[in-house]
């Protein structure tokens, strides 16, 4: 068990992947640091209660994570009042499809400061920390769109891929002063609200251990964080067994 005193920041806890990695986390003796976007705000501070509930410790921070004077605050906060940030998970998505001919700047703009903007300025502001004590681990989620464009996937794909890149530099600097990088491609459907609303057969696929499991991904991302240096992952790629790739 880890030490009570260290906390796990969780960028995009959603109510799949970013809940189950909150909750992993936390498992593990951290202070999980749930964060979404305000309009959210009730779902994640349900998230913290369940937590707290099953005898762990949550705290929602409801938090626009592309504005650099909240995203500030925030790590103040979490750093002055909660606990030492020792795990940094930034897991926001903004999956969204546009044909390149209809696309609006806006929509582009957008994508990019969700799925990379607010990259940079959660790794920023906690590798400032990490560095002074000289330990932490910080993951970036990415997808297939990291490494690979896609038809109407023009913003998702560009936004990923600059990620990526993102998370290659942070881990060639950070990693000789001891903070561990990480980069994982989740590669295939997870067994998330959408798919379940739109994709029909999710029961068999299911069953046939055919869809990622967020629990599955998230004891992924806390071996990650439990490798010992002399083995670091840097990039950890993820996919059902039965995933064409």
Known sequence: ????????????????????????????????????????????????????????????????????????????????????????????????????????????RKVWEMACFSGF??????????VERGHGTIIFTGATASFRGKENLAAFAGAKHALRALAQSMARELGPRNIHVAHTIIDGAIDSNFIRENVPNVDSLRDEDAILNPDHIAQNYVMLHKQPRTAWTHELDLRPWKETW
């Open 121 to 130: 300025l959660m790794g920023r502001e906690v590798a400032k920390r990490m």
């Open 1 to 108: 068990m880890m030490p009570a005193n260290e906390a796990c920041l969780v960028i995009g806890a959603g109510d799949d992947t970013g809940a189950a990695i909150g909750r992993a986390f936390a498992k593990e003796g951290m202070t999980a640091c749930l964060v979404r976007r305000p309009r959210h705000a009730d779902a994640l501070e349900a998230l913290a209660q369940s937590i707290r509930a099953s005898g762990h410790r949550a705290v929602a921070l409801p938090t626009d994570a592309r504005d650099e004077d909240a995203m500030v605050n925030l790590i103040e906060t979490i750093e002055t009042d909660i606990a030492p940030i020792e795990v940094a998970v930034f897991n926001i998505g903004a999956n969204v499809q546009f044909s390149i001919l209809e696309m609006t700047s806006r929509v582009y």
